[in-house]
T-cell receptor
Framework: KNQVEQSPQSLIILEGKNCTLQ??????????LRWYKQDTGRGPVSLTI?????NTKSNGRYTATLDADTKQSSLHITASQLSDSASYIC???????????FGTGTRLKVLA | DTEVTQTPKHLVMGMTNKKSLKCEQH?????MYWYKQKAKKPPELMFV???????INESVPSRFSPECPNSSLLNLHLHALQPEDSALYLC????????????FGQGTRLTVV
């Protein structure tokens, strides 16, 4: 069964600190993995997208890694800001399908 | 232009009302999607259109009726909804195939009373 699991479910950190969010997936055949940021009540906004051959991709203070062998990905946020408070969702696509498999997300709260 | 525009942003409707949600994109994407998202849950796929044809219907009740009048527009017609249908409805678009990046709209917050 195609599944995407994320951890932790929620996380509270102080402004300026770094954090790492985890994503494990069992999606086959794998096509790509994306990380989205979603503010409450708003649509998800793409942070990164990685294919099988990519193992690191950065977008400003966000760095995503992908290990296709272990089927794990992480999203590292550097020097967190209050505006980083949101849900972070890992989404995996299976090749040849329109279906995106969503993880349940990590709710991040950054405190001043 | 990398925007997916959804209207209205908020909608309150009675169980006997008929209303429509609208979605528009001008990125040349030929795949468009409707998702339903309940609070603190991931989005759930409802429908996928590819080249203006319905490609996927995830066993959605017939009180939700999608329509794709052209390659830039996607509608979701609502009729006889139930209170449990209250949710954030998200539209997304992508180049054809699930292998490319999907862009999401800001959603329509629907409340059924």
């Amino acid at each position: 069964k195609n599944q995407v699991e994320q951890s932790p479910q929620s996380l509270i950190i102080l402004e300026g600190k770094n954090c790492t969010l985890q994503c494990n997936y069992t999606v086959s055949p794998f096509s790509n993995l994306r990380w989205y940021k979603q503010d409450t009540g708003r649509g998800p906004v793409s942070l990164t997208i990685m294919t099988f051959s990519e193992n690191t991709k950065s977008n400003g203070r966000y760095t995503a890694t992908l290990d296709a062998d272990t089927k794990q990905s992480s999203l590292h946020i550097t020097a967190s800001q209050l505006s980083d408070s949101a849900s972070y969702i890992c989404v995996v696509s299976a090749r040849g399908t329109y279906k995106y498999i969503f993880g349940t997300g990590t709710r991040l709260k950054v405190l001043a | 232009d990398t925007e997916v525009t959804q209207t209205p942003k908020h909608l309150v409707m009675g169980m006997t009302n008929k209303k429509s949600l609208k979605c528009e994109q001008h990125m040349g994407h030929r795949a468009m999607y409707w998702y339903k998202q309940k609070a603190k849950k991931p989005p759930e796929l409802m429908f996928v259109y590819s080249y203006e044809k319905l490609s996927i219907n995830e066993s959605v009740p017939s009180r939700f009726s999608p329509e794709c009048p052209n390659s830039s527009l996607l509608n979701l017609h609502l009729h006889a909804l139930q209170p449990e249908d209250s949710a954030l409805y998200l539209c997304a678009s992508s180049h054809t195939g699930g292998n490319t990046e999907a862009f999401f709209g800001q959603g329509t917050r629907l409340t059924v009373v």
